[in-house]
Nanobody, 127 residues
Framework: VQLQASGGGSVQTGDSLRLSCGAS????????VGWFRQAPGAEREGVSC????????YYAESVKGRFTISRDYAKNTVYLQMNSLKPEDTAVYYC?????????????????????WGQGTEVTVSS
């Protein structure tokens, strides 16, 4: 089971980025996927998640209305579209999934629901 997060970069305030979370060795379709981030000196926090059947989608309050999570079944990939980026969005972003298909049942974005983590992709937003 391997997850790979990509799409990070250095942008200006107000710009957009789309992060991708690809999987190898298994199909993401039946698993919940979460996006988390960790800023320098801060704890890792939940950003968004999508449940295994796509019925549940949750966002952290800080990104609501600016970020959109989506799933492409054909590409076995989950995306995080990030618009109107702010300097406080600067962090390493990680995607994660679980091995039971039950992650993202609730809106608490609990990192302990997730078993497999990608390596992270860095996002830097300059003012």
């Amino acid at each position: 089971v391997q997850l790979q997060a990509s799409g990070g970069g250095s942008v200006q305030t107000g710009d957009s980025l789309r992060l991708s979370c690809g999987a190898s060795g298994f199909t993401l379709d039946v698993y919940g996927v979460g996006w988390f981030r960790q800023a320098p000196g801060a704890e890792r926090e939940g950003v968004s998640c999508i449940s295994s059947n796509d019925n549940n989608i949750y966002y952290a309050e800080s990104v609501k209305g600016r970020f959109t999570i989506s799933r492409d079944y054909a590409k076995n990939t989950v995306y995080l579209q990030m618009n109107s980026l702010k300097p406080e969005d600067t962090a390493v972003y990680y995607c994660a999934t679980d091995d039971l298909g039950v992650a993202c049942r609730f809106p608490n974005l609990d990192q302990y629901e997730y078993d497999y983590w990608g390596q992270g992709t860095e996002v830097t937003v300059s003012s």
